[in-house]
């Protein structure tokens, strides 16, 4: 009688404690997959990797005209955005690709992209319709460098004399080209020099980030077509931006420091809340050993006068236009010059005198 209770009693705790695993087994399952949908985009401790934002899952079905409330800022004082657009002529090149076109680069043509001074979209094969220029490659990762270095060369044939600069950027990469114009306007484009977000492994100078893309002066396009027919350069590594680099080091390109005034990067390879956001990336994350100058985590990442974000999907995409070119701040003028930005008093000198000017004039209106 006791040894047939003692088996009850055994069975009863077996049954319980299966139950009872099955229900935390169930629990941590849930709680795990709510963690892996809230997980950053950025998981994969290689720079030159593939990474979760690459598939897109936050796609957006059409595409949106923001520039339809354009008379809302009628009245914006333009003229030196103005001036630097005909004075600094930018080509913007777009790396995608015909699975893209749709889910991708119709929404960087639709933002960013109608500010350049000519664009171009790439891709391993023609479209007529969108359109996109056929560089007959395959498409992958491993295809990335053969598709910039004919990208470049078809750029060089057919459209070096109208632009001074020439800009690579990917159909996930988000651009302000009036901060690229300002930052740009302090060079010739007659000097060996490109811009990006600096890394430095690997190279001596350092190479810029494919992703968070990079601006190559006329001369240095011309020197980088030359290369690769005396064989200075080759099709030497399938990673883009690192075997770019190389060759720009080899044809005596400078690698040129592209931090404002104050020495915050502009040239970004996350979106805004991946370096914003303290914590976000691991101090384990390769970003923290690849930048060639000290990188910042927090609000003093990234500069007033940004250049690019990557890893932007279809969504932010339009955030970002919205809260660039749309979002105003009742009241305020903006009036950060940054080319007075190591003379604080001197800046606050000129401010004061413009509102002194500004008054008065109101006041002579009234």
């Not at 664009?119 to 023609?126: A, H, Q, T």
């Not at 060639?292 to 007033?304: T, W």
Request: hydrophobic fraction near 35%.
């Amino acid at each position: 009688m006791a040894s047939s209770k003692s088996l009850m009693n055994l069975l009863t705790f077996t049954f319980g404690s299966a139950i009872g695993f099955f229900v935390c087994y169930l629990l941590f399952s849930i709680i795990l997959e709510e963690q892996v949908k809230i997980q950053p985009h950025v998981l994969h401790n290689d720079p030159h990797g593939q990474h979760l934002a690459d598939t897109d899952n936050n796609q957006l079905q059409g595409q949106m005209n923001f520039n339809a409330d354009a008379g809302q800022h009628k009245d914006e004082d333009k003229n030196i955005a103005e001036g630097l657009y005909h004075k600094v002529k930018i080509l913007c090149w777009v790396m995608t690709g015909p699975q893209n076109l749709e889910k991708k680069a119709k929404h960087v043509k639709a933002t960013w992209a109608q500010r350049c001074n000519k664009v171009l979209f790439m891709s391993s094969e023609e479209n007529k319709d969108f359109p996109t220029v056929g560089l007959e490659t395959k498409e992958g990762r491993d295809q990335l460098y053969w598709k910039t270095i004919k990208a470049f060369q078809y750029v060089y044939d057919n459209y070096f004399d109208d632009a001074d600069w020439f800009m690579k950027a990917d159909d996930d990469t988000y651009v302000i080209l009036d901060n690229l114009r300002w930052l740009l306007s302090k060079y010739s484009p007659e000097q060996p020099i490109y811009f990006g977000r600096r890394f430095k492994p690997y190279v001596k100078q350092g190479y810029m980030s494919g992703g968070a893309g990079y601006v190559l002066s006329k001369e240095a396009l011309k020197r980088f077509i030359a290369a690769f027919k005396t064989n200075k350069c080759t099709h030497s590594s399938s990673i883009e931006d690192l075997a770019l680099g190389k060759c720009m080091e080899i044809i005596n390109v400078e690698a040129g420091d592209s931090r404002d005034t104050s020495g915050r990067e502009t040239f970004h390879p996350f979106v805004p809340e991946h370096h914003l956001i303290r914590g976000y990336l691991p101090k384990t994350f390769w970003y923290w050993n690849y930048n060639y100058y000290p990188a910042v985590e927090g609000p003093g990442c990234c500069s007033d006068l940004a250049v690019s974000f990557h890893y932007v999907d279809s969504v932010t995409m339009y955030h970002l236009e919205y809260l660039i070119y749309h979002l105003r701040p009742y009241g305020y003028l903006y009036r950060y010059n940054p080319d007075l930005s190591k003379n604080p008093e001197e800046q606050s000198k000129n401010e004061a005198l413009e509102d002194n000017q500004k008054l008065k004039q109101k006041i002579s209106e009234s």
